[in-house]
């Protein structure tokens, strides 16, 4: 309002912003506000150099480049455009990563064939419970298709459409990645009949039969609660369920949590062949992104002994 646009179109405004997004400008506004508040500037006519102070401080005790960046995003809402975009602010950030440069959260991978194997003991369906039938169908998921949990918690059963040799399944609501002109993700997953025991194709048609009458039909989600009333869940809950399995599967859940279901599922195709393009389409990456080569691709963390490294060495001398 304070840059003009009507009080009548504040909603189309801000449904311009997905709500995760508004969750992580609220806590950099909340800081620029206190800020203002202790120093007595104006929170919507601060000056280039009163960015640099804040940003200064909130680096001093902690802030990442990636929080600065954030924060420069968010106060970009409220200030003259030519402030949050001034060279000096530019430079500042750069500094920054010069000096605290971002990490990748995970250096290494888990292997799949590892959970696999720990999942390929709760066959058949019939023989287990709605518990851990829902958690391995969900792990199953993740690793098939690399997709976030996020994109999991939002299938519905009306967009599943079961074939003869595949089982294709549609995502129609907004993602994270969701922008005009780019493509919903579709979720491909073949069955796998040589090993029906972690075929995630057989495993979500269990899955849909054992919940088939005590569903609520109204929210139509996929993935309910093993629990009364069989509501859906989120992807919290989808997230708590795979970090189980991990865990249970002898991964090291201190280091790897759900979401390393996309860094071991697409670093294990591209090391196993499959081309750059396929796993980003399958990712949901653009076809020119390098976040796949740049954050997710990473070898097997392999445990070895204290001696196996010598004797590698001297062994073949």
Known sequence: MRRGAPSTSLNLLMASFAENTLNQYNSSLKKWWYFCQDNHYNYCEASVSQVIQFFTESFETGASYSTLNTMRSALSLLLDPSVTSNIMITRLLKGVFRLKPPTPKYDV??????????????????????RDLSAKTVTLLAIASAQRMQTLSLIKITNIVIESDCVIIKITDLIKTSRPGAYQPLI????????????????????????????????????????????????QTLAHWVKSTLQKSGIDTNIFGAHSTRHAATSAARRAGVSLQVVRRAAGWSDSSNVFLKYYNRDVNVCATNNEFANSVFNHT
């Open 109 to 130: 991978t888990w292997d799949p064939i590892i959970v696999l194997n720990y999942l390929s003991d709760f066959y058949p369906y019939d023989n287990i419970c709605l």
């Open 188 to 235: 491909r997953l073949p069955f796998i009949i040589e090993n029906p025991k972690i075929c995630p194709a057989l495993a979500l048609t269990s899955y849909m039969n054992k919940t088939l009458n005590i569903r609520n039909c109204e929210s139509g989600s996929l993935f309910i609660s093993f629990r009364k009333p069989h509501n859906k869940v989120g992807p």
